[in-house]
């Protein structure tokens, strides 16, 4: 169960206004029927788009089985029975990040050393392209030049 953060109050009828974004990914249309569940102990309360009594799989409505909090119809269980039409869950693509090459890490004075003859070069240069030409970041030259 996801906690959407979202709050709504009764009006003096008893009404609630389901949040749009809610409607929307629940599939619920004006006019569709919704229908309840409640657990006393609990106190919670919770409702879905009415599906009436067919198969929960191809909305069938002829022979009919309860499993599992679903109605499934005898078609149905012969094909999940059989394998028939069920497909494998593909394995999740995961993302390798590039491989920029091992990093390096220089010391300060070093890179210091280095920056102070690059601003004696090319005094007009940008920040940006310091950093590139020592393979730092523009963070790690506003630091350097703090050094100098």
């Not at 569940?37 to 009919?64: H, P, Q, W």
């Not at 091992?102 to 010391?107: E, F, H, I």
């Not at 050393?113 to 940008?126: D, G, I, S, T």
Request: charged share 25%.
């Amino acid at each position: 169960m996801k906690n959407t953060g979202m709050t709504r109050s009764l009006d003096q009828l008893g009404r609630i206004v389901i949040p749009k974004e809610m409607r929307m990914s629940m599939g619920i249309d004006v006019g569709d029927p919704l229908e309840f569940y409640m657990d006393i102990e609990t106190g919670f309360l919770s409702m879905r788009k009415y599906i009436g009594v067919a198969c929960n799989l191809c909305n069938a409505v002829e022979d009919l089985t309860y499993f599992r909090n679903s109605l499934l119809c005898k078609k149905c269980i012969q094909e999940l029975k059989g394998n028939i039409g069920v497909s494998r869950t593909p394995a999740p693509m995961v993302k390798k990040p590039a491989y920029k090459g091992k990093r390096v890490n220089q010391s300060s004075q070093r890179l210091v050393e280095r920056l102070r003859k690059m601003v004696h070069e090319h005094p007009h240069a940008k920040q940006g392209e310091y950093a590139q030409w020592l393979g730092v970041s523009q963070g790690r030259i506003s630091q350097l030049k703090k050094l100098l």
